[in-house]
């Protein structure tokens, strides 16, 4: 049925808060609270206006970070897909890029950089580009040979090839890999307020943490889950309206 997706997300949801609330009133921590708790430590920052200030300045790196992986990390991965002497010089690098644990690199930022919006950008980057560029690259060289040579066969020409047959072929992929990215992008934007300088969330987080107002801290951290999730969901549905041919949702009993 059409709402079977939605009763299993609101299911799966009500399960992870009633096991959030059972293990804070057990409680498992005296640093870990209850859901109520959290959610009505979230509501009072709503109300004081500091959750919307925070996020004022914790969506300046990210977004400006995932709007600069996005462009050039596509653009990478279509090179890379298309050129085996590319591939070969430049795709170890995003795939150790990847795998390597890259919060690491957050001291060398900072002291290239300093500690202002610029380190925050590329930590944002650091996170989300090798992940679109490798779902981009994969794609591209996965694109069915057959396809591409009919298209040869009626004269089209190495663009027409490019914008026709190779993007429209690789653009689902290309979409799961942005996702991917934008999920890794909000992880990369929490770390560099964490590990760089405290501000917007990861302020909210480091100060509630330091006084222990632990209800405040796990309402920032879900806020921001929050946020992603609804981010992801809005790629989704778009991804879902643009390749509707390839959906793969669930048959109507």
Same mark, same amino acid.
């Given at each position: 049925?059409?709402?079977? @997706?939605?009763?299993?997300?609101?299911? !799966?949801? $009500?399960?992870?808060?009633?096991?959030? /609330?059972?293990?804070?009133?057990?409680?498992?921590?005296?640093?870990?609270?209850?859901?109520?708790?959290?959610?009505?430590?979230?509501?009072?920052?709503?109300?004081?206006?500091?959750?919307?200030?925070?996020?004022?300045?914790?969506?300046?790196?990210?977004?400006?970070? %995932?709007?600069?992986?996005?462009? =050039?990390?596509?653009?990478?991965?279509?090179?890379?897909?298309?050129?085996?002497?590319?591939?070969?010089?430049?795709? @170890?690098? =995003?795939?150790?890029?990847?795998?390597?644990?890259?919060?690491?690199?957050?001291?060398?930022?900072?002291?290239?950089?300093?500690?202002?919006?610029?380190?925050?950008? =590329?930590? #944002?980057? #650091?996170?989300?580009?090798?992940?679109?560029?490798?779902?981009?690259?994969? $794609?591209?060289?996965?694109?069915?040979?057959?396809?591409?040579?009919?298209?040869?066969?009626?004269?089209?020409?190495?663009?027409? #090839?490019?914008?026709?047959?190779?993007?429209?072929?690789?653009? @689902?992929?290309? *979409?799961?890999?942005?996702?991917?990215? #934008?999920?890794?992008? *909000?992880?990369?934007?929490? %770390?560099? /307020?964490?590990?760089?300088?405290?501000?917007?969330?990861?302020?909210?987080?480091?100060?509630?943490? !330091?006084?222990?107002?632990?209800?405040?801290?796990?309402?920032?951290?879900?806020?921001?889950?929050?946020?992603?999730?609804?981010?992801?969901?809005?790629?989704?549905?778009? /991804?879902?309206?643009?390749?509707?041919?390839?959906?793969?949702?669930?048959?109507?009993?």
């Amino acid at each position: 049925m059409n709402n079977r @997706p939605l009763l299993l997300k609101l299911l !799966s949801a $009500a399960l992870v808060f009633g096991a959030w /609330e059972i293990a804070g009133r057990i409680p498992i921590s005296y640093a870990f609270p209850t859901f109520i708790e959290s959610m009505t430590a979230l509501l009072s920052m709503m109300g004081d206006g500091s959750i919307f200030l925070a996020y004022a300045e914790t969506l300046k790196p990210l977004v400006l970070g %995932l709007v600069i992986s996005a462009f =050039f990390g596509i653009g990478i991965g279509l090179w890379i897909g298309l050129s085996a002497r590319f591939e070969w010089l430049f795709g @170890p690098i =995003f795939i150790v890029m990847q795998t390597a644990p890259l919060a690491a690199l957050i001291p060398i930022l900072v002291m290239v950089y300093g500690i202002g919006l610029t380190s925050k950008v =590329f930590v #944002v980057c #650091v996170m989300a580009m090798p992940v679109i560029v490798l779902n981009t690259s994969g $794609a591209v060289r996965n694109t069915p040979q057959s396809i591409k040579d009919m298209a040869k066969s009626f004269l089209a020409s190495d663009r027409d #090839v490019l914008v026709k047959i190779i993007i429209p072929a690789a653009s @689902p992929i290309i *979409f799961s890999g942005l996702r991917l990215g #934008v999920s890794a992008g *909000f992880i990369g934007a929490i %770390l560099a /307020e964490l590990k760089i300088t405290p501000t917007g969330v990861g302020d909210i987080i480091s100060y509630s943490r !330091s006084v222990a107002d632990y209800p405040s801290m796990y309402a920032a951290i879900f806020s921001i889950i929050l946020l992603a999730v609804i981010f992801l969901n809005l790629l989704e549905k778009l /991804e879902n309206y643009m390749f509707e041919g390839n959906n793969r949702g669930y048959v109507s009993d």
